[in-house]
């Protein structure tokens, strides 16, 4: 099991970024998808979640209405579409299964700073 995130970068307040994790190892299509981010110091948290089929989405409420979860299954790809960034979210962002598997990737970092 494999996952590939990448898309991040260094982005001012009010600014947009695109996440993408590109999954290999097991069949995607058959797993629910969650976005987690971490900063030093703090645990995990779940910040989005998708079902298989990508018409079930929940958002956690310090990015409902800013954030969008999708996911391509002939792709073995789900991003996370985040709009009107904040800097409290900053933070290394990963994505993994449900349930989440062991493997995790190296996540990709996100900034938040003018």
């Known amino acids: 099991v494999q996952f590939v995130e990448s898309g991040g970068d260094l982005v001012q307040p009010g600014g947009s970024l695109r996440l993408s994790c590109v999954v290999s190892?097991?069949?995607?299509?058959?797993?629910?998808m969650t976005w987690y981010r971490q900063v030093p110091g703090k645990e995990r948290e779940w910040v989005a979640r998708i079902d298989s089929t990508g018409y079930r989405k929940d958002y956690a409420d310090s990015v409902k209405g800013r954030f969008t979860i999708s996911r391509n299954n002939r792709m073995s790809v789900v991003t996370l579409q985040m709009n009107s960034l904040k800097p409290e979210d900053a933070a290394l962002y990963f994505c993994?299964?449900?349930?989440?598997?062991?493997?995790w990737g190296q996540g990709t970092q996100v900034t938040v700073s003018s």
């Open positions: 993994n299964r449900q349930p989440a598997s062991s493997s």
């Open positions: 190892g097991y069949i995607f299509s058959a797993y629910g």
